[in-house]
Structure formats: structure tokens, C-alpha cells
């Protein structure tokens, strides 16, 4: 609802910055939004590397990394388990961001159609103090994550099917 106030503004001349506390804006957020309708108003945008969680997730996953499918959160209900068994038959490594309070169920969902041995890796907290990474299957991760509450925002990443 603010996009009309800041197109409004860049409009008249203003230079606007878009940043954000949580990683690259527009990057599984709102942001691309704004971006949209400044360059349906035909006004210039710029974009600066910035930082995203799931690129050292990726890298500390050990998983293959010069193929690679991000797709941020998946959908809470509607066609999301058409969409994991999509993604069950990707060969690339898939890219997943997942809440703390969803993960178990995503682990679950993943065991159901990927298959319990289909290897991942879970990420947690990137770059900040309580940093974690841990690397498995999905089964061991399964059990993992049944003993210790899953806390922070996670950054899932599964290999793809052979």
C-alpha cells in the first residue's frame, strides 16, 4: 500500500533506497513489488549484490552447486504438495526458505516424496552467532530435529534425484 506513495516520490525526483534487516530485498520478500511498478513507471532501478542466506547454505550444503533451483517458501496450503512432488523429481539441487514452526512438517513432507535417504542439508541463523548447519538424510535430520527444537529461519537444501 506504500508502493504508490514511493513511486509517487521517485516520480518527483526523489532517490530511493530499498533496504532491509533480513537479506536481499525482494529475495522471498514484498521488495520486488516496489520494484515492479517503478519500472512499469518507467523509472530507472539499480540493484546492489547484497546479501542472501541461501547462497552459503548452498555452499555449505556440499551438495551440488553449479545447478541449482531456488524457490524460497513453498506455498502454506493450496498446491503445496503438488509442488513437492514436482520438486521430488527435480535433478537440480532445490532451494527451499523455511519458518521454524513449518520445518518439522516440511521434513516430514520431504521424507514422504522424496524419499527418507534423499540427502539435505539445514542451515540456520547465516552469519549471525548461533550459525548452525547440519548435513544428512532426510531421515537423520528427521530425528534431529524431533529431539531439538527448531529455532531461527531456515534455509533447506536437497539434493536432487539422481
Sequence with gaps: RQTAH????????????????????????????LVCAALAAGLQVEALPGATAFVPALLKSGLPADRFVFEGFLPHKKGRQTRLKQLAEEPRTVILYESPHRLERLLDELAQHCGPQRQISVSRELTKVYEETLNGSVAELQQIFAEKKPKGEFVVVVAGKD
Design 6 to 33: 514511493w513511486i509517487a516520490q521517485m516520480q518527483a525526483g526523489t532517490v530511493v533506497a530499498q533496504v532491509s534487516d533480513a537479506g536481499t530485498p525482494g529475495i522471498s520478500d514484498p521488495g520486488y513489488l
